[in-house]
């Protein structure tokens, strides 16, 4: 599975993003997609992520502002990002789940300025 990520960037406090991932390859087999942060200094943690059957969770962080969705292809999966906030800045990777093996894309970088 290849995983491509785009739509980060620079933008104001308050101020939205939107993030998408495109997967290739064995698409099919992937259970969960979902997207990781990493902010200078700190661990990669998980922002969102969504199941092959819909169900979504989020970062008790990012709850109420960020959204995300899976595309009508299937093989792309957005994160809306709304009321950005200096504590969003970091790289963010979009990950791809089969079984218990996980993948990555490159990351892109969003930074929040105040």
């Known amino acids: 599975v290849q995983l491509q990520a785009s739509g980060g960037g620079l933008v104001q406090v308050g101020g939205s993003l939107r993030l998408s991932c495109a997967a290739s390859g064995s698409i099919a087999s992937i259970n969960r997609k979902g997207w990781y942060r990493q902010a200078p200094g700190k661990q990669r943690e998980l922002v969102c992520a969504?199941?092959?059957?819909?169900?979504?969770n989020y970062a008790d962080s990012v709850k109420g502002r960020f959204t995300t969705s899976r595309g009508n292809a299937k093989n792309t999966v957005y994160v809306q990002m709304n009321s950005l906030k200096p504590e969003d800045t970091a790289v963010y990777y979009c990950?791809?789940?089969?079984?218990?093996?996980?993948?990555w894309g490159q990351g892109t970088q969003v930074t929040v300025s105040s």
């Open positions: 990950n791809a789940l089969i079984g218990v093996k996980g993948y």
């Open positions: 969504i199941t092959s059957g819909g169900s979504s």
